[in-house]
């Protein structure tokens, strides 16, 4: 069975950053693309970035130049570099990891981002 425990969630204010990490456990075997949504309250999730396993990277609109998706693969754990955080930006964020023997792919529990003066 595979977990993903995400972590670096917290408050920040307006213009700061955060760090969000994910790492898998468990019987890891043919993870590809991983990545990022998010959902705020009273609206759908959404996707945030993703990065293949040839790491070519594809993000939202919205958070398009501020964001920035990376993973390591020998530590099979993704990241994602939020900075010039904005209000907007206030949501449970959770990493997904695609795997070529789960259709569904893997969900982490979700770590809550809060921007807030």
């Known amino acids: 069975q595979v977990r993903l425990l995400e972590s670096g969630g917290g408050l920040v204010q307006p213009g700061g950053s955060l760090r969000l990490s994910c790492a898998a456990s468990?019987?890891?075997?043919?993870?590809?693309?991983m990545g990022w949504y998010r959902q705020a309250p009273g609206k759908q999730r959404e996707l945030v970035a993703h990065?293949?396993?040839?790491?070519?990277?594809a993000y939202a609109d919205s958070v398009k130049g501020r964001f920035t998706i990376s993973r390591d693969n020998a530590q099979n754990t993704v990241y994602l570099q939020m900075n010039s955080l904005k209000p907007e930006d206030t949501a449970v964020y959770y990493c997904?990891?695609?795997?070529?023997?789960?259709?569904?792919?893997?969900w982490g529990q979700g770590t809550q981002v809060t921007v807030s003066s």
């Open positions: 997904h990891m695609n795997s070529l023997y789960n259709a569904g792919g893997y």
């Open positions: 468990g019987s890891i075997f043919g993870i590809n693309t």
């Open positions: 990065i293949t396993s040839s790491s070519n990277t």
